[in-house]
């Protein structure tokens, strides 16, 4: 593995190994790293070797803290540039996780906020230590959370825990976490790695063509229709406004100033 790189990559066995590696930024989720888990991910289900996929964040601290707007690369190859400029890389690796062949595990090693709770959502399983915060803040940063992320969200803990979950823009730790069931199960942070590896080879010596047509009709159950072009044009430009608003702005300079927000409502 190469500290360099934003995303570090294993294999042990038929279980790949996926890790978030910026942790001087709580494993943030830039445009360059969100890439390569596409195009990891895209490969493994071509070759069709990986049965399991964990995902994990480096160190102890955080899984991920979200998504990082601010980290935009530059220096990048023409393939990837054409992926940035052709798709949004947060959703590319959201879709990328959740129609991976086969099943996927969030190994939830620290702190766990906003679109990096959303992709840990499109894995089909989540297990976490039992001292991690998890939460969805966009209401606390003025911004409106796409409609895919709240349908991802809504899909996993229900219409009501979803609108609790958003509204309050809450951070849950401990027997909530289950109850909600943003996490499936929680287990003493010494027993996380251990547990979840255990897991995943559980899952990887079944039959592959089971795990996989098991997995798509999963995925063709659930959900409801998707969303009329009106109704999509709709959600995208509330999204838009609120990112381009005063509240947004005043969420950003709060954080920085270590205070609370003052919203205005525009």
Same mark, same amino acid.
């Given at each position: 593995?190469?500290?360099?790189?934003?995303?570090?990559?294993?294999?042990?066995?038929?279980?790949?190994?996926?890790?978030?590696?910026?942790?001087?930024?709580?494993?943030?989720?830039?445009?360059?790293?969100?890439?390569?888990?596409?195009?990891?991910?895209?490969?493994?289900?071509?070759?069709?070797?990986?049965?399991?996929?964990?995902?994990?964040?480096?160190?102890?601290?955080?899984?991920?803290?979200?998504?990082?707007?601010?980290?935009?690369?530059?220096?990048?190859?023409?393939?990837?540039?054409?992926?940035?400029?052709?798709?949004?890389?947060? $959703?590319? *690796?959201?879709?990328? /996780?959740? $129609?991976?062949?086969?099943?996927?595990?969030?190994?939830?090693?620290?702190?766990?906020?906003?679109? *990096?709770?959303?992709?840990?959502?499109?894995?089909?399983?989540?297990?976490?230590?039992?001292?991690?915060?998890?939460?969805?803040?966009?209401?606390?940063?003025?911004? /409106?959370?796409?409609?895919?992320?709240?349908? $991802?969200?809504?899909?996993?803990?229900?219409?009501?825990?979803?609108?609790?979950?958003?509204?309050?823009?809450?951070?849950?730790?401990?027997?909530?976490?289950?109850?909600?069931?943003? /996490?499936?199960?929680?287990?003493?942070?010494?027993?996380?790695?251990?547990?979840?590896?255990?897991?995943?080879?559980?899952?990887?010596?079944?039959?592959?063509?089971?795990?996989?047509?098991?997995?798509?009709?999963?995925?063709?159950?659930?959900?409801?229709?998707?969303?009329?072009?009106? *109704?999509?044009?709709?959600?995208?430009?509330?999204?838009?406004? *609120?990112?381009?608003?005063?509240?947004?702005?005043?969420? $950003?300079?709060?954080?920085?100033?270590?205070?609370?927000?003052?919203?205005?409502?525009?």
């Amino acid at each position: 593995m190469e500290e360099a790189k934003e995303l570090l990559t294993e294999r042990r066995g038929r279980i790949g190994v996926l890790i978030f590696n910026r942790p001087e930024r709580r494993n943030a989720l830039s445009p360059r790293l969100l890439i390569a888990v596409h195009e990891t991910l895209e490969a493994w289900a071509a070759e069709g070797e990986i049965r399991t996929v964990v995902i994990r964040g480096a160190g102890e601290k955080a899984f991920s803290s979200g998504y990082d707007i601010t980290a935009i690369p530059t220096d990048v190859t023409p393939e990837t540039a054409s992926r940035l400029r052709d798709g949004n890389p947060l $959703q590319l *690796a959201l879709e990328s /996780v959740k $129609q991976f062949p086969y099943p996927t595990i969030a190994m939830l090693n620290g702190h766990c906020f906003g679109g *990096a709770l959303n992709l840990a959502l499109c894995c089909d399983l989540r297990i976490g230590a039992d001292d991690i915060a998890v939460g969805m803040p966009p209401a606390r940063l003025g911004v /409106v959370y796409p409609h895919e992320g709240i349908a $991802q969200l809504a899909e996993v803990v229900g219409m009501a825990r979803a609108r609790e979950i958003l509204f309050t823009a809450r951070s849950y730790r401990g027997a909530e976490l289950e109850a909600t069931g943003l /996490v499936g199960r929680l287990v003493a942070r010494a027993e996380l790695e251990a547990t979840t590896y255990e897991l995943a080879e559980e899952i990887a010596i079944n039959a592959p063509l089971a795990l996989k047509g098991i997995k798509r009709i999963l995925n063709l159950t659930e959900g409801s229709a998707p969303l009329s072009d009106d *109704a999509r044009r709709e959600a995208e430009a509330l999204f838009a406004a *609120a990112l381009r608003s005063e509240d947004a702005k005043e969420a $950003q300079k709060a954080f920085i100033e270590k205070r609370k927000p003052s919203f205005v409502g525009r």
